[in-house]
């Protein structure tokens, strides 16, 4: 598993960077010309690091499946293919579905890009520099479906859709309306999340807005176990805070993806990378200048630009900017 799912994260977080290495890239974050005039800045990621802690105890584990499950002479592991449910959690403010209200087809297109992503059957997977191609066997053999049950056992109208207006959740807010990356994860965190959250033993739990006022295009959970730290903004990720959250502008790759100064985030790899970090996988330069993503088949990575916003590889304006061990 690690040799595969890992190697999945030389594709997913590096192609993910690379896909986007011709927009002007400043500390982390990128500046998009918006209707040709007014210029919006986003953050891409914003998920919190895990600290060293929550490595060595997700690495542990990692080592034990691998352990469990017998490597091959050639280090791959005989992997269970796995199919996670996915409940997307609409919250908007409509009284249709329209806009920020997203259409299925826009949900079922972002389940197409994750299955495609985490297969290795993506058609641009030739992105992928050269020194890459041997170790983006691509195929974790994790794959999405959308839910057909709710949590009571009762079949789903649509399925994996979990419409929900904003200011029909207790104590919450527009999440349109946070103004920075840290007050709409706060937003999420205690009040959107707790409130909507299905059990995440059995579903992975997508929430999508308009989050405008925060610039951020999406942020992840790190897999929790018992007494794992540092999860979630510095506390161990709970049943109530599992998941991802994606900006409905960079989710999926019809109806409003792309609109409103979004392009090019119209090709659903916001999300892969965020479930990429959902199920554990680090930025591949280990989130600093020069780290390690714990993938032991792919080298240190210098971080991004300047080793901006704890050296992201967001940002290497010429292939390769590399570091080898
Ligand atoms: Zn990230």
Redesign the pocket.
């Known amino acids: 598993m690690k040799k595969q799912l890992l190697s999945a994260s030389a594709f997913l977080?590096f192609g993910?960077s690379t896909m986007f290495a011709q927009h002007n890239v400043i500390a982390g974050s990128t500046q998009v010309t918006k209707a040709g005039t007014q210029e919006q800045q986003f953050t891409?990621?914003?998920?919190p690091v895990p600290s060293a802690e929550w490595d060595t105890q997700f690495n542990k584990l990692v080592e034990q499946y691998i352990k469990d499950h017998q490597a091959d002479a050639t280090g791959k592991v005989n992997t269970v293919p796995a199919t996670i449910p996915v409940v997307v959690h609409i919250i908007h403010n409509q009284n249709s579905v329209t806009q920020e209200n997203i259409s299925a087809a826009q949900v079922a297109s972002q389940i197409t890009v994750l299955n495609a992503d985490f297969a290795g059957t993506n058609t641009d997977i030739t992105s992928v520099p050269s020194i890459f191609t041997g170790v983006q066997a691509g195929n974790t053999q994790v794959q999405f479906c959308l839910a057909v049950t709710d949590p009571n056992g009762n079949p789903m109208t649509e399925p994996g859709i979990d419409r929900k207006k904003w200011n029909t959740i207790s104590g919450a807010t527009d999440p349109n309306a946070a103004s920075s990356g840290a007050a709409l994860q706060t937003l999420f965190n205690n009040t959107i999340k707790p409130a909507t959250i299905w059990d995440p033993t059995k579903y992975m739990n997508i929430w999508v807005a308009k989050m405008d006022g925060s610039g951020l295009l999406g942020?992840?959970s790190w897999p929790a176990a018992a007494g794992f730290p540092g999860g979630q903004l510095g506390t161990a990720e709970t049943n109530q805070n599992s998941g991802v959250v994606i900006n409905c502008y960079a989710f999926g790759t019809s109806g409003i993806a792309g609109t409103s100064g979004y392009t090019p985030y119209n090709k659903g790899r916001t999300a892969t990378?965020?479930v990429?970090?959902w199920l554990g996988l680090r930025?591949i330069s280990g989130d600093a200048a020069c780290g390690d993503d714990f993938c032991n088949d792919t080298p240190k990575q210098k971080g991004g630009f300047g080793g901006g916003q704890g050296g992201?590889n967001y940002s290497c304006p010429s292939f390769p900017i590399l570091t080898f061990r």
Do not use: N, Q, T
């Open positions: 977080l993910f891409r990621c914003a998920s942020y992840a990378h965020e990429g970090h930025h992201l």
